[in-house]
């Protein structure tokens, strides 16, 4: 069963940086799809990151050039380097997983079906 973990989330001014990863202990993936995503409060989850199986990547504009996203394979786990961080930045960021082929919409929460809990970043001005 797919479980997946955040951490590495917390408080942080502006300009600073934070690694987040995301792991499951209990399954080794084959073909799949993850990302990171984020909610603010009253707003929608919106697509970050994501990395497929062979480490294609794809970035939301409003990230690029300033998250990174990664993964280990043998250790089953997936990194979001954030650095430059804004406070528009504030949100829960969750990390995601699908066996899917979702080469089309990969920042398209609503067709992972493997969620995280979230881990709160916050970022002061």
């Known amino acids: 069963q797919v479980q997946l973990v955040e951490s590495g989330g917390g408080s942080v001014q502006a300009g600073g940086s934070l690694r987040l990863s995301c792991t499951d202990s209990d399954y080794t993936y084959s073909g799949y799809y993850m990302g990171w995503f984020r909610q603010a409060p009253g707003k929608e989850r919106e697509g970050v990151a994501a990395i497929d199986f062979y480490g294609s990547t794809s970035y939301a504009e409003s990230v690029k050039g300033r998250f990174t996203i990664s993964k280990d394979n043998a250790k089953n786990r997936m990194y979001l380097q954030m650095n430059s961080l804004k406070p528009e930045d504030t949100a829960m960021y969750y990390c995601?997983?699908?066996?899917?082929?979702?080469?089309?919409?990969?920042?398209?929460?609503?067709?992972?079906?493997?969620w995280g809990q979230g881990t709160q970043v916050t970022v002061s001005s």
């Open positions: 995601a997983l699908d066996f899917g082929d979702l080469r089309k919409y990969p920042l398209n929460p609503t067709v992972y079906r493997y």
